[in-house]
Each structure stands twice: as structure tokens, then as C-alpha cells.
């Protein structure tokens, strides 16, 4: 089998925390996360898989994420439930949520 490379992993314990090229979130903090993603122009055409193990939301520090089902530019990445999780795609502008649950 061909190896594939599932990216680099940020493990998130704190109410806040910067993702910095990482292509996988792990958040496991009792309360909201806040997440500073990079510059969507700066990361254009790359994922950020997000998942939260804990009944918490996950947001980001800037409204530069749209919904899976809007075209508007948000905060809200993931609902207060664990096991929730979201692809965000850039698209040179903001981060789009390809996919979640």
C-alpha cells in the first residue's frame, strides 16, 4: 500500500489556540475553543480537519468561515457536541466547510 501523508496535528487543552500550518485540530477543552486560523490567501487550496472530543463549541477568532450551507462569512466552525467534526478548504479568501457532521 502506498503510504499517505495525513498531515501535521495540533492537540488544543486551552480557550484559545493558533493554528500554525498544522492540517489536523484536536480539541479537548472543557469550555469554547477559539482557533486563529492562517491567512486563507496565505493557504489557498489547503484543508484543516477540526474535531472537538469534548461537548464544546469551536470557533474562530475571525469571521472568515462559511457555513456548509450559507455563502456568509461566520465564526462558528463546530456545535457544542463531541465527536463533531468539519473540513475547511481555502479558498484564498475565507475557509469553506467542504464537509462535517
Request: hydrophobic residues 40%; glycine residues 6%.
Amino acid at each position: 500500500f502506498p503510504s499517505h501523508d495525513i498531515g501535521t496535528f495540533l492537540s488544543v487543552t486551552t480557550a484559545t489556540s493558533t493554528v500554525n500550518g498544522e492540517s489536523n485540530v484536536i480539541c479537548n477543552y472543557a469550555g469554547t475553543v477559539t482557533l486563529t486560523l492562517p491567512t486563507a490567501s496565505s493557504y489557498l487550496v489547503r484543508s484543516i480537519r477540526v474535531k472537538t472530543i469534548t461537548a464544546n463549541a469551536v470557533n474562530s477568532a475571525s469571521s472568515n468561515v462559511k457555513p456548509i450551507g450559507s455563502n456568509t462569512a461566520c465564526t462558528a466552525i463546530l456545535a457544542a457536541t463531541a465527536g463533531k467534526f468539519a473540513t475547511l478548504v481555502s479558498d484564498g479568501t475565507d475557509w469553506i466547510i467542504m464537509e462535517a457532521n
